[in-house]
Every structure is written in C-alpha cells, then in structure tokens.
C-alpha cells in the first residue's frame, strides 16, 4: 500500500506534497501496470477526467500532461 495517494480536491500527494501523480507514485503506477500499459493509460484519462473536475483553473495542457504525458 502506497502513501503517495491523491489528496482531493486540490490533488496534491499525500506523501510527499507534490503534485499528483508525483514521481513516486509513477515508478509504483509503472511497476504496478508493468504487463497491461493500456490498462494504465486507462486507469490515468479516468484520473484526468476526475482531476478536470476539481481544477477546473489549470489549463488542459498542464493537466495532461501531468496525469498522460509521462506514459511512454
């Protein structure tokens, strides 16, 4: 069990501080996902929509790349 979950509304990490998904969290989301990265790009768009919500004052850009633009 992680400690860098989501801090909601303003989804920060509960761990660390950073914004969510922090650093960590994404070697764990890589090695947790490491056989179905589809499943992972999945389970992070539900995580962006979600996030959209409740910071609807970041820009598009910013919030995907922040929840998407580190899948590769």
Do not use: K, N
């Amino acid at each position: 069990m992680t400690t860098h979950g989501p801090v909601l509304p303003i989804w920060t990490c509960g761990g660390c501080g950073a914004p969510r998904p922090c650093a960590t969290r994404r070697r764990e989301l890589r090695a947790e996902f490491e056989d179905a990265p589809v499943s992972l790009a999945l389970y992070m768009g539900a995580q962006l929509v979600r996030a959209t919500a409740d910071l609807s004052w970041a820009s598009a850009g910013t919030l995907h790349r922040r929840f998407l633009g580190w899948l590769r």
